[in-house]
Structure formats: structure tokens, C-alpha cells
């Protein structure tokens, strides 16, 4: 049952993702809000669709924890899930994103309408730099921008390092840093065919103090992330 649920969904999600970019294409003339609400619409029909074809529903805490305006998400990232839940849960984010997914047909069309900011992960300091220049207009502006700070999709207990960007953007536009947890790849997994019956927890924790150093605001975010997302990791209703 879960392998003929998993094919429905992937067939739904990868067509019904290339239709809906296809549709989206005479937005590109309209204002970024008109692509943006599309967007979150698409976002919504994701994960209804996962709830109803996988009975995979999602719980979210600590919405109290997100400020009014800009403000950095620094989300834990286990799972495609994760890049599509932020796109309903707030009204206009922003995502930090490599720089090669803006080579993608279309969709790389659509992701610059919206103002997601690209970082070239290979330039070095110069790309550093040009990232948190991008990233702090939009904090201006009053969009949150959401970004990952272990830089690529981790399985449910593996660490990696996390990288500096998010230190670098905290400084230099201080604007608050809401660490995020959840336990996405339990039931969706890293580059994952099946998707497993179950709840996906996104928790969101209060931001950290502001004038951290960065050895310290790097501390503060690995602890705070990595410790809900094993509490997260170990809920009996997080594997269904």
C-alpha cells in the first residue's frame, strides 16, 4: 500500500509541479505578488495531497515564535518537504538557494520572479558577500527569508557543519534568527521514493538573543536545531 501511495503522490507531485510551472508562465508579466500568491496556493495543494494520498499530515508549534517582518528562518532541512512547507506557512518568503536551480527550465523563471536570492556555493567570500547584499534588501523590505543553514538535506540524526552564510546575514542585517526543527525525513526521506504514513513536525523556537557573536550565534543555532529535532525525532507519532 505504501509503495502504490508513494507512486501516486510522486506521479501528482512531479506532474501536477510541471503543469502548475507551465500555468504559471503569464505571471511573469503580473506584479511578484500575483506569482507569489500562485505559489502559496501550489504550496497548500502539496500538502493536502500528501495528507489525503499518503496520510502524511503536518503539525506545526511555536507560530508565536515567528516576528512581524523580516526576520531569518534557519530551518532544519531533511527532506524536499521542507523547501515547500515555507512557501504556506508564511506570506511572502524568501528562500536562499544554490545559484544552478535558477538554470532550471521555467521553474528558474518563476524562482527569480518571486525574489528567492541565489548563492554561488563554489565563489568564495565575493559570493558571501553578494548573498547578503541580496538578502538584505528583502529583509528591508519586510519579507522573511528562509534559509538552511547545514547548506544541503541531512537524514533524520546525521550532522553536518553549518555553514557561515546565515552568521554573515545575521550580522550584517540584524535582523532576528528563528531556529527551526522538525523530523521531515521520517516519513519523507532524502531523495526518497516511498513516503511513509505519519506526522511531520515543524517546531518553530524563539529567536535567538540578538548580539550573539557569530562563534556563539553558530553555537546557539546548531544546539537549539539539532536538540528539538532529535526531541522531534523521538515522538511516537512521528513515524505515523
Partial sequence: MILLRSALFNALFLGGSAIAAILALPLLAAPPAAMIAYVRAWARAVVATLRIVCGIRLEV?????????????????????????????????????????????????????????????????????????????????????????????????????????????????????????????LVWGRRSFHKRPGTIHVAILPPLPKGLPRPALMAALEQAIEGESDRLARLPQACG
Fill in 61 to 185: 508549534s511555536g507560530r508565536e515564535n515567528l516576528p512581524p517582518g523580516g526576520a531569518l528562518i534557519a530551518a532544519k532541512h531533511q527532506s524536499a518537504f521542507d523547501t515547500v512547507v515555507w512557501l504556506m506557512l508564511l506570506p511572502a518568503p524568501v528562500y536562499v538557494l544554490k545559484k544552478e536551480l535558477l538554470s532550471i527550465p521555467v521553474w528558474g523563471l518563476l524562482a527569480s520572479k518571486c525574489g528567492h536570492v541565489p548563492v554561488d556555493r563554489k565563489g568564495g567570500a565575493s559570493a558571501l558577500k553578494a548573498m547578503v547584499r541580496a538578502a538584505q534588501a528583502v529583509l528591508a523590505a519586510g519579507r522573511p527569508v528562509v534559509i538552511f543553514p547545514e547548506g544541503t538535506r541531512t537524514a533524520p540524526g546525521e550532522r553536518v557543519p553549518y555553514q557561515p552564510g546565515i552568521a554573515a546575514l545575521a550580522v550584517a542585517s540584524g535582523a532576528p534568527v528563528v531556529p527551526v526543527a522538525t523530523d521531515s525525513g
